[in-house]
């Protein structure tokens, strides 16, 4: 129910913002209706994933645009991110895919993107390397999760351009890890890993 009402305020502020750019100067007309990104880039958990604190992560992101009418359109892509402590790696994998907004700036090279939606991705946990748990693999299982972002985008020219994206992603995921007295909470092997963290993605981007 929460991830439900999440993505529906998700959706009516991206609806929201782009009132504000009725003034604007669109350069996304109908030959220019597709674009495929590709970046990577640090993320920052806001919460401690399981009761584990964990280092600052990693990732990488490549997603399909389709402007379906005028500067509306949806969007899926798939996406990677690792974050690791002492003990666990834990890697965030999976899709994502939802609404769109896309419009330009009025005399400008630059450009914008508001996305809202879903994630469907998996949480795996390995044991870091020359660790007491070295060795140690499980997978969560795919679930549904929440994902939002907002670009900028700087035209090169014939359809290519460089963008800097701040996404947040939630997701949350049951893993089974050992008991030990070295994880939080000893005698417990079932950890709510509750996945929430911001990340920042510098990428190219093709427009077609």
Known sequence: MKLKVLLLVAILSTISLAGFSQEACSKYSLKNRFSVELGGGH????????????????????????????NFGVYAG???NNFSNEHFDFEE??????IQY???????????????????????VEGAHDSDF??????????????????????LGKGWGINATVKYH??????????????????????????????????????F
């Open 43 to 70: 993320s920052r958990t806001v919460v401690k994933p399981g009761g584990f604190k964990v280092s600052e992560g990693m990732g990488v992101d490549a997603i399909i645009g389709f402007n379906a009418y005028k």
């Open 78 to 80: 798939w996406g990677w």
């Open 93 to 98: 994998t999976g899709y994502m895919y939802g």
């Open 102 to 124: 896309k419009n330009a700036f009025k005399e400008s090279k630059f450009s914008y993107t508001l996305r809202a939606g879903a994630l469907y991705n998996h949480i795996e």
């Open 134 to 155: 070295d060795g140690f693999y499980y997978d969560s299982g795919h679930g549904l999760g929440f994902h939002s972002s907002g670009a900028l985008e700087y035209s």
């Open 170 to 207: 939630q997701l949350n995921r049951t893993v089974v890890l050992p008991d030990s007295e070295l994880l939080p909470t000893p005698g417990e092997t079932n950890y709510n890993i509750h996945l929430k963290y911001i990340g920042l993605r510098i990428g190219i981007v093709k427009n």
